[in-house]
T-cell receptor, first 113, second 114 residues
Framework: GENVEQHPSTLSVQEGDSAVIKCTYSDSASNYFPWYKQELGKRPQLIIDIRSNVGEKKDQRIAVTLNKTAKHFSLHITETQPEDSAVYFCAASIRTSYDKVIFGPGTSLSVIP | KAGVTQTPRYLIKTRGQQVTLSCSPISGHRSVSWYQQTPGQGLQFLFEYFSETQRNKGNFPGRFSGRQFSNSRSEMNVSTLELGDSALYLC?????????????FGQGTRLTVV
């Protein structure tokens, strides 16, 4: 079925440490994998995305890796800062009779100063 | 450029009633998608409209419907409200393809059904 799993559901790290969030998807045809950050009381915002023809993508302290064979992708945040505290959602595209972007359940990241 | 605007921000309705939510996309964006966000289920895709036509849909019952106007503004309607419909409803606009372009979200409408 259509499913995106995300782990862990909560994550606490010390400021300056790295944080890693992992997602797995079920549809082998998925080819677009965005990550959204939602701060408390605010709207989700895209922070990085990756397409299936790319294995890794970086943007300053944020990187995403994709393993299409294993059907999983990960978000890596290095040198975490308190403002990185938020809920992070991964997502995967699904193309069936209808197109969808299926979101993972989210990871609540807390960066402790 | 103005962002995605949703109205109203908050709503309280009674079971059995119906409700209409509104979303104005970013100027030039023709795709509008709707999502239901709850603590237990996360972000769930409802449907997407593009050029006044429903282009894609999720797995919600027929009580959830929508439409899009010629200016790309979209409305979502929920009929015969149930307690479980209480959620934050987010809309997002895109420049094009649902599967390959960034979603710009609105602030959401928080619906409480009592």
């Amino acid at each position: 079925g259509e499913n995106v799993e995300q782990h862990p559901s909560t994550l606490s790290v010390q400021e300056g440490d790295s944080a890693v969030i992992k997602c797995t998807y079920s549809d082998s045809a998925s080819n677009y994998f965005p990550w959204y950050k939602q701060e408390l009381g605010k709207r989700p915002q895209l922070i990085i995305d990756i397409r299936s023809n790319v294995g890794e993508k970086k943007d300053q302290r944020i990187a995403v890796t994709l393993n299409k064979t294993a059907k999983h992708f990960s978000l890596h945040i290095t040198e975490t800062q308190p403002e990185d505290s938020a809920v992070y959602f991964c997502a995967a595209s699904i193309r069936t009779s209808y197109d969808k972007v299926i979101f993972g359940p989210g990871t609540s990241l807390s960066v402790i100063p | 450029k103005a962002g995605v605007t949703q109205t109203p921000r908050y709503l309280i309705k009674t079971r059995g009633q119906q409700v209409t939510l509104s979303c104005s996309p970013i100027s030039g964006h023709r795709s509008v998608s709707w999502y239901q966000q709850t603590p237990g289920q996360g972000l769930q895709f409802l449907f997407e409209y593009f050029s006044e036509t429903q282009r894609n849909k999720g797995n919600f019952p027929g009580r959830f419907s929508g439409r899009q106007f010629s200016n790309s503004r979209s409305e979502m309607n929920v009929s015969t409200l149930e307690l479980g419909d209480s959620a934050l409803y987010l809309c997002a606009s895109r420049t094009g393809d649902l599967l390959n372009t960034e979603a710009f979200f609105g602030q959401g409408t928080r619906l409480t059904v009592v």
